[in-house]
């Protein structure tokens, strides 16, 4: 299994770091592509070093978007991501956003009828009028995953696991994920 998680600066770090190192910590393959250059500056100042540039992209099973802004509104203006999120929706792959980043899915026009979440951002009405809008943690609509923001990002993680057939109880039990409710 082979994840790219699309990278903009103005990338929300905690989001994208969490998911990514719950991802790997199973072995399942996680590529950090940058639309830009190989740094890349997250929206709190915190820069990380890309693995590849979007025309070093490999084949992949599946997308994750951080959200983060202006991370998420970089990632839905750029056409070569829009054009990526149809093929791999059209090819039912896996697609994976966070909090903001569930909007590059609307402007991908791929969210009609499918559940989905976000963070409760101002316009989330109307930029989610053709989805069946929830706001549980992470919602899951076939092979597309979206999730509510930072405090959700450890759950994004550990379901994604989960549903890609990895242990999630042991990742879970070995980060003491467990002890968040006690």
């Known amino acids: 299994m082979k994840f790219a998680c699309l ?11 969490t998911v990514v190192d719950l991802l790997r910590r199973s072995k399942i393959e996680v590529d950090l592509v940058s639309m830009g250059d190989l740094n890349v500056t997250g929206s709190h100042g915190i820069a990380v070093l890309a693995d590849k540039l979007w025309e070093d992209m490999d084949h992949y099973d ?12 970089h990632l839905g203006n750029d056409e070569r991501v829009i054009d990526l999120i149809q093929k791999y929706n059209k090819a039912d792959k896996w697609l994976s956003a966070i909090c903001a980043a569930p909007s590059v899915f609307a402007k991908a026009n791929i969210i009609k009828g499918k ?7 101002p316009n989330v009405d109307e930029l989610f009028k053709d989805a069946i ?35 999630a109880k042991t990742l879970s039990d ?8 006690k």
């Open 7 to 17: 990278l903009a600066n103005g990338f929300e770090e905690t989001e994208m770091i």
């Open 62 to 73: 599946g997308l994750f978007l951080p959200g983060g802004q202006p991370g998420s509104t």
């Open 115 to 121: 559940k989905i979440t976000s963070y409760p951002m």
């Open 133 to 167: 809008y929830l706001e549980d943690f992470v919602v899951q609509d076939g092979k597309l995953i979206t999730s509510r923001g930072v405090g959700t990002a450890q759950h994004l993680g550990l379901y994604l696991v989960e549903v890609l057939g990895y242990d």
């Open 174 to 181: 070995s980060i003491l994920f467990s002890m968040v409710n």
